[in-house]
């Protein structure tokens, strides 16, 4: 261990960490425009430089390694000269952009010039007028007049990526960024140079315009698209109080964790996401009679479900339940399906419906797109997939959680099986026809509705809590399933103190030795 001073400070690190991590973990924050902790230092921003005492020059902290007695000053006088210096050059040629920038609130550089600027410009030149609108990818958009050339983007996608589709080009004054020969940024991961830009200069056509950052409240979250599990921020507008139903998802960014997913998160999840969050929800509860569909309250569903299971089970015709699962509901979900329908009602087919496989990438895409299959074998299920044969031979009540049979299977094909059987349930967060097929809809909380766990692909149990308010007649499915339950009368001692998702977590970890290794 090395032991150091910084701006009076005693710090111990490990051998060879650099001055700014140093500083990092001591909370001293030392300002930057250029490093990242998953590239290598480069020093380009210059505006990291500290004072070392016994040194004839400023250094650069992001590359300087710490040594035994150093002492470091990340505030002196000639430092923030220096840095109201290397800003002011920045600044010269920067574009007054603010007001309609999307970075304008969360910007490095509006940051770091309300702490060591201040200062009037003494340059009185015309700005060079560069290129403000350049596509450079299929969502993103180039500001070469608000671009201070830290190289982020370029470095990421030579070191991480390895797709090299962007690289610093002419000289002097005339530094670009650019493409090579107009090809475009066309890789999985191409979002993530909005998140590493820190003034702007590269923005997303999906979020550009549409709202300003301070308007938005930021969630913590996990990506449910593929087994990976990929933690992430969910920024969302709340919405406005006298109008219901408002409330809006406008974008999601990566949450570093280094032993999921890194900093990054891939197209995939970050663009489906918020397509997926707001496509054809499905809010009331609908109960299609008569070729009609009348709205009813919860209580009034519950005791009508409630009644056909009870009407098999006095008759020990439980078999004759159907059970469709996916393993998009969490951790707590499956393990109350699994008390209610496998021990306590003995349900003859248990089936699960998920959406189709697509391809992984070798990076963080996984090829399966749910994000709980590993904790529902935990639980105890096989995953059998559903077959539309089994699932309607001698079955007196069908109940699916998810659409996600109507991507398995064709509507007419679904129409034709569904038709022996007298009652059919479908809990679901999104309408996309299966419920034309139903008796009942029961609309389900979407991820940033609900808060439970998912057990990723590598057995890492990740928690989340709800993010934004449910709106219309949504509940999470573990509150439809303990409802159900107590409706059912089915061992009230133990499904009464099942109150929340903590509690139905703990009698998990009770039950099932896996889910007591939480990480």
Known sequence: MVKLQIDGKPVEVIEGTTIFKAAEQAGVPIPHFCFHPAFAPEGSCRLCLVEIDGFPKLELSCSTVVRAGMKVSTQSPSVREARRSVLEFLLAEHPLDCPICDKAGECKLQDYYQDYGLTESLFREFKEKRDKKVKIGGKLILDRERCILCRRCVRFLSEITKTHELGVFERGIRTEISTYEEEL????YS???VDL???????D???RFKTRPWFLVRGESICPLCGR???IYIDYHPGFPRVPGTAKVYRIRPRTNESVNGHWICDFGRYGFVSRQQMNRCHKLIWNKADEKTELSWEKVLILFGERIQSLRESQRTDKIALVLTSW???EELYLAKKIFKDDLNAGKIFFADPRAGEGDGFLLRAERSPNSRGAQEIGFELKPARIETLSQGSEILIIFGGYLAEVFSLSEL???FENIPAKVLVTSHLNGLESLVDFV???AFTTEKSGSWTNADSRIQRFTAVAPACGDIRSEARILTDLARELKLNDAFYGRLTDTAAIFKELENDIPFFRTET
């Not at 940024?185 to 999985?188: A, I, T």
């Not at 830009?197 to 923005?203: E, H, K």
């Open 191 to 193: 979002g993530n140079l």
């Open 197 to 203: 830009c820190p003034v702007g200069a590269i923005t």
């Open 205 to 207: 056509v999906e979020f």
């Open 229 to 231: 599990g990929c933690n």
């Open 329 to 331: 509901l969490t951790n």
């Open 415 to 417: 129409r034709k099986a």
């Open 185 to 188: 940024v066309d890789n999985n």
């Open 442 to 444: 029961l609309p389900s």
